[in-house]
């Protein structure tokens, strides 16, 4: 520090720093999104979730922001699989420091997210958005033929518990806001009205195969802008 005459001087430099800091806008960060954790359908695995994920992060999700839940599809909704899908939002929302996730689910994984939502303490409370890809949220036919060896199976066929289970009451309770894109080329889900739920906004995805929704530009542009609503 300089001295004239026994008073301080202050350098000229710290005085036009000061200055400039003080005039300078502070940037305001940008908002914090919800975490987005996908859930795969039957005999799949987190890996059919690449193109979507990929349009996510071009929309500008970081990879930090975005999971893919893996699990066994072959176990039961409500016994086993419902109860790992908890465990894991709430390790999702421990390390992104979020209050809430938005789940979106194809074909099996549909019911997976329902019963957790539906059923689970925290399931409303920590979901903000919930969305279904060619979900059999009413059951679907098809699940007959791997009905007699396989739990999957049996949970997704028409009138089994668990459909009966998700069936009672409200089928889009508490704040989460529901979604859902169904195709009339669906091979797997049928019939096609299994998929829409009351309550929620309900789309036609076109004629698209049942794994065809997974990567549907239009879709995905549907499932974003849900998301952002």
Same mark, same amino acid.
């Given at each position: 520090?300089?001295?004239?005459?026994?008073?301080? #001087?202050?350098?000229?430099?710290?005085?036009?720093?000061?200055? %400039?800091?003080?005039?300078?806008?502070? !940037? =305001?960060?940008?908002?914090?999104?919800?975490? #987005?954790?996908?859930?795969?359908?039957? *005999?799949?695995?987190?890996?059919?979730? +690449?193109?979507?994920?990929?349009? %996510?992060?071009?929309?500008?999700?970081?990879?930090?922001?975005?999971?893919?839940?893996?699990?066994?599809?072959?176990?039961?909704?409500?016994? &086993?699989?419902?109860?790992?899908?908890?465990?894991?939002?709430?390790?999702?929302? !421990?390390?992104?420091?979020?209050?809430? &996730?938005?789940? #979106? =689910?194809?074909?099996?994984?549909?019911? #997976?997210?329902?019963?957790?939502?539906?059923?689970?303490?925290?399931?409303?409370s920590s979901v903000a958005h919930w969305v279904s890809l060619a979900g059999? *949220?009413?059951?679907?036919?098809?699940?007959?033929?791997?009905?007699?060896?396989?739990?999957?199976? !049996?949970?997704?066929?028409?009138?089994?518990?668990?459909?009966?289970?998700? =069936?009672?009451?409200?089928?889009?309770?508490?704040?989460v806001r529901y979604a859902t894109w169904w195709s009339h080329c669906d091979?797997? &889900?049928?019939? /096609?009205?299994?998929?829409?739920?009351? +309550?929620?906004?309900? *789309? /036609?995805?076109?004629?698209?195969?049942?794994?065809?929704?997974?990567?549907?530009d239009t879709v995905s542009q549907g499932v974003r802008a849900f998301l !952002?609503?």
């Open positions: 520090m300089l001295r004239l005459r026994g008073r301080r #001087v202050v350098p000229l430099l710290a005085v036009a720093a000061s200055l %400039f800091l003080a005039a300078s806008p502070v !940037r =305001a960060e940008a908002p914090a999104r919800i975490p #987005v954790v996908f859930v795969h359908g039957f *005999n799949a695995d987190p890996g059919v979730w +690449g193109g979507l994920r990929a349009d %996510f992060e071009a929309d500008g999700y970081t990879d930090a922001e975005l999971f893919s839940f893996g699990y066994d599809t072959h176990k039961s909704v409500n016994e &086993v699989l419902s109860g790992r899908l908890a465990a894991y939002v709430e390790d999702v929302k !421990r390390r992104t420091g979020a209050s809430r &996730v938005d789940l #979106v =689910a194809h074909s099996f994984g549909s019911l #997976v997210t329902r019963w957790y939502v539906k059923f689970d303490a925290a399931g409303q059999p *949220n009413h059951g679907t036919g098809t699940a007959w033929a791997c009905a007699l060896w396989d739990q999957a199976c !049996r949970d997704m066929a028409p009138g089994s518990y668990v459909q009966k289970k998700l =069936a009672e009451g409200d089928e889009s309770p508490g704040a091979e797997v &889900v049928d019939p /096609d009205s299994s998929v829409p739920l009351a +309550g929620a906004l309900n *789309n /036609d995805a076109g004629c698209l195969d049942h794994n065809a929704l997974l990567g549907d !952002r609503s």
